[in-house]
Nanobody, 123 residues
Framework: QVQLVESGGGLVQAGGSLRISCAAS????????MAWFRQAPGKEREFVAA????????YYADSVKGRFTISRDDALNTVFLQMNSLKPDDTAVYYC????????????????WGQGTQVTVSS
């Protein structure tokens, strides 16, 4: 079984930066895709960023492109989301997801999910 645990969320001022982490335990293969989604109150969960486990292919939502970066640390089996130039609209619960394949931006294509970490951007 693959377990995902997010951390690093918190309160940050608009224009600031924050890095959140997703630690994977259990068996994770090099072919697993990793992704970040987010959900704001009253809104549907939306795609943020995704990458093959090797990092060879990445995708970003238009709303975060140029501001957010997805990366990984192979030794720690951890995926990161570096968030820069944060806006109040970025406020949401951020979820980590993984899948033994490449579903890309598709929420329904990811098999494993974390419990989420809250990111709040003040105006």
């Amino acid at each position: 079984q693959v377990q995902l645990v997010e951390s690093g969320g918190g309160l940050v001022q608009a224009g600031g930066s924050l890095r959140i982490s997703c630690a994977a335990s259990g068996r994770t293969f090099s072919s697993y895709a990793m992704a970040w989604f987010r959900q704001a109150p009253g809104k549907e969960r939306e795609f943020v960023a995704a990458s093959t486990w090797s990092g060879g292919t990445t995708y970003y939502a238009d709303s975060v492109k140029g501001r957010f970066t997805i990366s990984r640390d192979d030794a720690l089996n951890t995926v990161f989301l570096q968030m820069n130039s944060l806006k109040p609209d970025d406020t949401a619960v951020y979820y980590c997801a993984a899948n033994p394949g490449w579903p890309g931006r598709s929420l329904g294509g990811y098999r494993y999910w974390g419990q989420g970490t809250q990111v709040t951007v003040s105006s």
